[in-house]
């Protein structure tokens, strides 16, 4: 069921003060310790008993596509974050989203099916990113003969609105199954799951998409490594999908640099479906610190 928009604007504020509230306290943490960004593919060990691990980024993403507003453009995203919270050894809860999303409009589409909702004048239009928590559980540690292997859950909230044009207004709930093996100086991590996705439209529809990652991580040099990471879902219907929930997949490519306490990142980001941007850039930074102990 859709949100009212009342509820959403209400939702949206406390999103982003919360959002900027996290911002500056990692801004003022200690930092230690590894994550997957440039990334987004799960890997499947946690962070660590009563640790916070906390990244922040930036993306620039050409041609970006927005299908059920009909809006075409450049979108940039700021003050992107994820948290990852260690309540046992085995077990993390996380968080994740974005301050502001601008899209500077490129094209717009009047018979899009929510084109008649968007409140925009101009040529740019900006939103809070939609949020997402989740849990990921580690059933199995990893050995030298043997991958770890993990399970996530995961909810995306409806943060983002209709008249700005970037939002669906939904839910969707996401499962994975994680799996991560090091060898050498190479770690491989996939991931596998499936999706419900609400159609933003119609009430009462819904679009059960299969969800896919893959990364591969390689040290060159000490502090400095090489990350290819490919990951999106696909679209299990035979027909066209319920608008918003078409298939898609992102490529990234780039380095990752440790630097005392701290790790940065960059990579160029490579849409594959129509539906992706054609390419872009993302760049950020990760802290990891002990956030309180378990006794």
Request: charge should be neutral.
């Amino acid at each position: 069921m859709r949100a009212s928009r009342s509820a959403r604007g209400r939702f949206g504020a406390v999103w982003r003060v919360g959002a900027i509230a996290l911002v500056v306290i990692a801004a003022h943490a200690g930092v230690a310790g590894a994550q997957s960004r440039p990334a987004v593919t799960q890997d499947s060990e946690t962070v660590g008993s009563g640790k916070l691990l906390v990244d922040l980024g930036v993306d620039y993403q050409q041609d970006a596509f927005y299908p059920a507003s009909g809006l075409h453009g450049n979108l940039t995203r700021w003050g992107t974050f994820d948290l990852s919270l260690g309540v046992s050894s085995i077990a993390d809860v996380q968080l994740s989203g974005g301050i502001v999303n601008s899209l500077f409009i490129t094209q717009r589409d009047p018979n899009a099916p929510l084109a008649p909702l968007v409140d925009v004048n101009g040529s740019r239009t900006s939103d809070v990113q939609d949020g997402v928590v989740g849990t990921k559980v580690r059933f199995v540690s990893e050995t030298d003969g043997r991958p770890s292997f993990g399970i996530l859950f995961s909810t995306r909230l409806p943060n983002s609105k209709h008249p700005s044009g970037l939002g669906l207004d939904t839910m969707d709930f996401n499962f994975g199954l994680l799996g991560g093996k090091t060898m050498g100086p190479i770690r491989v991590v996939g991931n596998f799951g499936w999706a419900i996705l609400e159609d933003p439209v119609h009430d009462g529809i819904q679009n059960d998409v299969i969800t896919y990652g893959g990364t591969l991580t390689g040290a060159i040099a000490d502090g400095v490594a090489l990350v290819a990471d490919i990951n999106g879902r696909v679209n299990t219907r035979g027909h066209t999908p319920p608008v918003g929930t078409e298939s898609r997949s992102m490529v990234r490519l780039g380095p990752r640099l440790s630097h005392g306490r701290a790790r940065y990142d960059a990579a160029l980001l490579i849409g594959l479906t129509p539906h992706d941007p054609s390419w872009g850039v993302t760049g950020g930074i990760t802290w990891i610190f002990t956030a309180f102990k378990i006794p």
